[in-house]
């Protein structure tokens, strides 16, 4: 039994200002590399950590060249929604989706809050559940989003597409530590939608896995000389293992990335400069300026959690409208994660 994980592809049809290359073709080839990964390895499935899309409504175009690769995958592929992958980052707007509309026509698989798929093969069964990105995560009791119970299984894992990490980047940010969910039953928490990612920590003999994004999207010191990688987990010997493995299609970050948008950022306070950074980590500066604001103003006149659902539905549905509205041949830069 072998699964293979990757996680924030940013699938999109565009180039980032911060990318000297060509960024679609770049991405579709470490996808094929993924998938003649997976099939080498004959893995059971893959599991994809979230922000598959770079947008909740890529073009067909986009759509169909991408899944023309992926479609070569033999294995069934597992999804968790990112922030990217929803309108205005509410889950509630999945079924109006790309994703969504794939889930519903079966080509992939979303994993539902609460609702377990057992995969079974060669005599091990794996429990996988799945925690998709929504506002209050990382904000509210993690306990909710990133803790499981492991039931009548061999192997527990939990995928969820949030800001898991090893220390706060400071003080109140929003994040969370591994350390507050060491009451997990998952053998193997896997995170994404901190791009940089993390080396394997281990609490208890349960393992807490971020590999860092497939996509390189921003020029972060870190980007520079991280190798996009995915981790397999193998679960045919005596005890479960994994390893990460390092994309060779994947071309060394300075040769990609912008070094001159790092320079700027370089000249800034490092506080400001790591501020700015969980800002785009965290979900980005759209987020900052709407779905925060919304928060703030809820929180500093008590205003009740009905009413804040729906401004923050309303918010979806606007962001659903603007985004309709853009057009086939858009040129975005979200500047986010
Ligand atoms: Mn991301």
């Not at 180039?15 to 099939?39: C, I, Y």
């Not at 969370?176 to 609490?203: K, M, N, P, Q, W």
């Not at 860092?212 to 996009?228: I, K, M, S």
């Amino acid at each position: 039994m072998r699964l293979l994980y990757l996680t924030d592809t940013h699938i999109r049809g565009t180039t980032p200002q911060n990318r000297r290359d060509n960024f679609p073709e770049a991405l579709k080839a470490k996808l094929r590399e993924v998938v003649r990964l997976a099939n080498e390895l004959e893995v059971h499935a893959v599991l994809h950590g979230g922000d598959f899309f770079d947008l909740p409504n890529p073009t067909l175009q986009v759509c169909a060249e991408f899944l023309e690769i992926l479609r070569g995958l033999e294995a069934p592929l597992y999804v968790v929604a990112g922030n990217h992958d929803l309108f205005g980052q509410n889950p509630e707007s999945l079924g109006r989706t790309m994703l969504g509309f794939l889930a519903r026509l079966g080509w992939l698989r979303l994993l539902a809050p609460g609702e377990p798929v057992y995969l079974e093969a060669e005599g091990v069964r794996v429990q996988l559940t799945g925690q998709h990105f929504h506002y209050d995560l990382d904000r509210r009791d993690p306990v909710h989003d990133y803790v499981v119970r492991k039931r009548s299984c061999d192997v527990a894992i939990h995928m969820v597409h949030g800001m898991l990490v090893e220390r706060p980047f400071f003080p109140g940010a929003c994040c969370t530590v591994v350390e507050r969910i060491a009451a997990t039953e998952a053998d193997y928490t896997l995170s994404g939608h901190a791009h940089l990612g993390f080396g394997d920590i281990c609490l208890n003999g349960r393992y807490f896995i971020n590999p860092g994004a497939l996509a390189r999207l921003t020029v972060l010191p870190g980007e520079l000389e991280r190798t996009p990688q995915v981790v397999l987990l193998d679960f045919g010997g005596p005890a479960p293992h994994h390893r990460r493995i390092p994309l060779a299609s994947a071309a060394p970050g300075r040769e990609v990335l912008d070094r001159s948008r790092l320079l700027v950022s370089a000249f800034r306070e490092e506080k400001l400069a790591r501020f700015v950074q969980v800002v785009r980590e965290s979900g980005g500066l759209e987020a900052l300026a709407l779905d925060q604001i919304i928060a703030a103003i809820a929180e500093r006149h008590g205003v009740e959690e009905e009413v804040r659902q729906e401004a923050l539905r309303r918010l979806a549905l606007a962001h659903e409208t603007l985004a309709a509205g853009e057009g086939e041949n858009r040129v975005r830069e979200t500047g986010n994660h």
